[in-house]
Structure formats: structure tokens, C-alpha cells
């Protein structure tokens, strides 16, 4: 029975996430922290005894600065890669490079983490998660499904609103529960997928 395995991983902590901006397609690399949580996903993945055949990230250096790290602690660093702004972060639009606490005190709680989290209102400017689902999914679907389904093992590295966006998908949950998921920096999430592309198995890296 041929492995289909999909190991989503969202970038370690990038700098703007650090001073806690809105980043979006704004394009910060690692902090420190952010290497070192990589390099962990990695170790983490290795330790379940995990090679890959293929790898997707985003077009923004977080996400292939951290598939890059991952790929070297598992001793992978040729694997083919395919980049594509497909799996780019929610754009923040003009939420891009202000501080996540400024706009709480601008706009109120409840207003950005409607913005935030929410699975249909954009940010001023910018995408809800179903705007990034609308060019998350088709890609997904696309080019890098078949793929698993053929038993290429894959591992993507990409954003914390890209990846919900997916997830929501492979997890077939609802507005309402997609709300309250959150994604922590540098955690794979190992999905064994059934030949009708339906979740079989999901194991959380996390701790
Ligand atoms: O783009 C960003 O600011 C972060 O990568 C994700 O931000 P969020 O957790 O506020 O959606």
C-alpha cells in the first residue's frame, strides 16, 4: 500500500512576527528563534523516521528559508522543490506592517480578530481566508494532490493562513471551528491521506 503522506509545516518565527506586525506579503526572513524551531521541525520529522520525495513552499523567504532548514536536518537538502505564491501568506493588505496591538487599540478586539480569524471578511485591502483558499485550494488540488495520491511523500512548508486554509479543507471544518484554529510556528502536522484523498490519519508534532 503506497505511503500518502503530507507533512504541513508553517514558517519558524520571522522577524515581524517577532515585533508583531502584520506581515502578509510582506517579506521578513527568521529570527534566530525562528532558525531554531525550523531546525527542530526537521529533528522532529527525522525522529519519525520521515523522508520526503518532493517539497512545496511559498514564494516568501520565511517559508524557504524554513524548508531549507528542515531539509538539511534531514538529510534532504537536493530534494526537488517547488515554489509558488500559491501558498504565499493571507495578503494583510493594508494591515501589512502595523503592530497586531496598535490595531486592537485602533479598531477594537473583536474587529481584528474578525479580520484575523474570520473565514469570509477581508482585512481593508486585503484577502479573507476565503480569498486565500480560492488560490490555495485550486493549487493544491492541482499540484501537489496528485502527487500524494501517486505516493509521493510531500512535505510543505508555508504560512499560518495558507496552511488554515488547507487544513480546513483536509479537516472539513466549519467557519465557525476554522475560527478558533490556530497554527504554531514550526510544528509539522503529518497527514496520511485515503485514496479518496479524505484525512486517514493526523499526528500533531507540537511539544
Ligand atoms: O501575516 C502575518 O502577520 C502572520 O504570518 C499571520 O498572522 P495572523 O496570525 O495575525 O493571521
Redesign the pocket.
Known sequence: MSDRLLVLV??GQ?D??LKN??????DPDLTEQGIAEAKEAGRKLKAQGLTFDVAFTSDLT?AQHTLKLMLAEIGQTGLPTTKNLALN??D?GD??GLN?DDARKKWGEDQVLV???SYDVPPPGGESLKDTLARALPYYVQEILPGVLRGQRTLVAA???SL?ALIMVLEKLTPEQILKR??ATGVPVIYRLNADSTVATKVDLAA
Open positions: 508553517r514558517h520571522s515581524w512576527n506586525l502584520f506581515t502578509g506579503w510582506k520565511r501568506e493571507r494583510y494591515l501589512s497586531k479580520w484575523r480569524r504560512h499560518g493562513n488554515r490556530e497554527l
